[in-house]
Every structure is written in structure tokens, then in C-alpha cells.
């Protein structure tokens, strides 16, 4: 069975800064998908990023990036130039065959 | 466009009574899925829909039933609840089941079952 894990319940950054926040994942299966999901305090779920694993490139949006080690079973989240609104829970989430696995979330502070 | 809504926001139980959560969306989506958020412990697939008059048990289906009468509404029912149903509950909607598409969530709805 699928399962990912977030192992940092709770991350801090000061703003303007570069943090990592981490996910691994145990799978079978060769073709998937890796997501990471922002929760503020509105509760809302956000996409941030969204990784193909047959893609060897590291996906970015713009202050977000991915370090995508499928050897590794990895997938880490970088936030480059912190700002006060990265405040929130972060969940890594992996796709299969018709799966849909959420992690345990890390929540997020960002320091003034 | 309000992409996912939930109704109610919140809602307060005593143990033993019934509800139902409504999910509703305007993206024509044939994916829709509950989940019930715990601190610590993430999302968790509580049952799923594969398109209008479909039903599917998810991760933790147990004291939970389902309804997809109309494909932009997916109902979420307690019969009889339970203190350990205290929970936020999602609804969520997506274009596939699989495929790398975006899960569209709900604002949730919190209920506290006493």
C-alpha cells in the first residue's frame, strides 16, 4: 500500500529566507503524481505544485520549487524568499492507480 | 464561478443525531470526494464519486453514507453520530480520477459531535 510521510510536524523561516520542507513516499507503482497543498487559516486547500514522476525535471512556480528523487522516493518542497502570506499547513499528496494519499501536513511559521 | 461550496460552515451535534453535509459544484466535474481532516493525521478518503448515481467507500467509510443524485452535488450523511465524528470535513472535485489533475476543494464544515 501507498503511503507518505511528512516527518516535520512544524517548520520555522524568517521572512525573505529559504526553507525545506519534506516528503517521502513509499510506492510500487512506476507512473504517478506528487502534489503539495497549502492550508491557511482559512482552511482553504491550495494547489502549489504538481510533480509527473516519469517527468525528470524538478517542477517551479515561482518561489516554489520541487527536489523530486524518485530513486529516493522523495519530494521536497523549497520556498525561496519567504513571504508572511507562506504562513499555513503544507501537505504533500501522491496520485496513483485511482489513489489519493495525503500526508500528515507541516505547518508553516514565518517569522517577521 | 464559486468552484467548490459547503453548507453548513459549522455545526454542533449531540451524539445519536443525524445530518447531512451538502457539496456543491459548478466546474462539471465527474470526480467528487469527502475527507475528514484530524489533527495530526492529514486528509482521509471517507468515500468518493465517479460520477452522478455512483458511490465508493474510501479510507474510513465506517458511520458514513453517501449520495450522488445530481452530478454538481455529493451528500455527506450521518444516521446516528458519534463523538469520534468530530472532525473537518472537505469535499472536494476533480476533472479525473487519476491523471495529475488538481483536487478543487471546499472552505470545509466543522462539526463537533457531543
Known amino acids: 500500500a501507498q503511503t507518505v510521510t511528512q516527518s516535520q510536524p512544524e517548520m520555522s523561516v524568517q521572512e525573505a529566507e529559504t526553507v525545506t520542507l519534506s516528503c517521502t513516499y513509499d510506492?510500487?507503482?512506476?507512473?504517478?503524481?506528487l502534489f503539495w497543498y497549502k492550508q491557511p487559516p482559512s482552511r482553504q486547500m491550495i494547489l502549489v505544485i504538481r510533480?509527473?514522476?516519469?517527468?525528470?525535471q524538478n517542477a517551479t512556480e515561482n518561489r516554489f520549487s520541487v527536489n523530486f528523487q524518485k530513486a529516493a522516493k522523495s519530494f521536497s518542497l523549497k520556498i525561496s524568499d519567504s513571504q508572511l502570506g507562506d504562513a499555513a499547513m503544507y501537505f504533500c499528496?501522491?496520485?496513483?492507480?485511482?489513489?489519493?494519499?495525503f500526508g500528515t501536513g507541516t505547518r508553516l511559521k514565518v517569522l517577521a | 464561478n464559486a468552484g467548490v461550496t459547503q453548507t453548513p460552515k459549522f455545526r454542533v451535534l449531540k451524539t445519536g443525531q443525524s445530518m447531512t453535509l451538502l457539496c456543491a459544484q459548478d466546474?462539471?466535474?465527474?470526480?467528487m470526494y469527502w475527507y475528514r481532516q484530524d489533527p495530526g493525521m492529514g486528509l482521509r478518503l471517507i468515500h468518493y464519486?465517479?460520477?452522478?448515481?455512483?458511490?465508493a467507500k474510501g479510507e474510513v467509510p465506517d458511520g458514513y453514507n453517501v449520495s450522488r443524485l445530481k452530478k454538481q452535488n455529493f451528500l455527506l450523511g450521518l444516521e446516528s453520530a458519534a463523538p469520534s465524528q468530530t472532525s473537518v470535513y472537505f469535499c472536494?472535485?476533480?476533472?479525473?480520477?487519476?491523471?495529475?489533475?488538481?483536487?478543487?476543494f471546499g472552505p470545509g464544515t466543522r462539526l463537533t459531535v457531543t
Open positions: 472536494a472535485s476533480s476533472t479525473f480520477r487519476s491523471g495529475g489533475y488538481e483536487q478543487y
Open positions: 510506492t510500487s507503482e512506476s507512473d504517478y503524481y
Open positions: 510533480q509527473e514522476a516519469y517527468k525528470q
Open positions: 499528496a501522491y496520485e496513483g492507480t485511482y489513489k489519493y494519499i
Open positions: 466546474m462539471n466535474h465527474e470526480y
Open positions: 464519486s465517479v460520477g452522478e448515481g455512483t458511490t
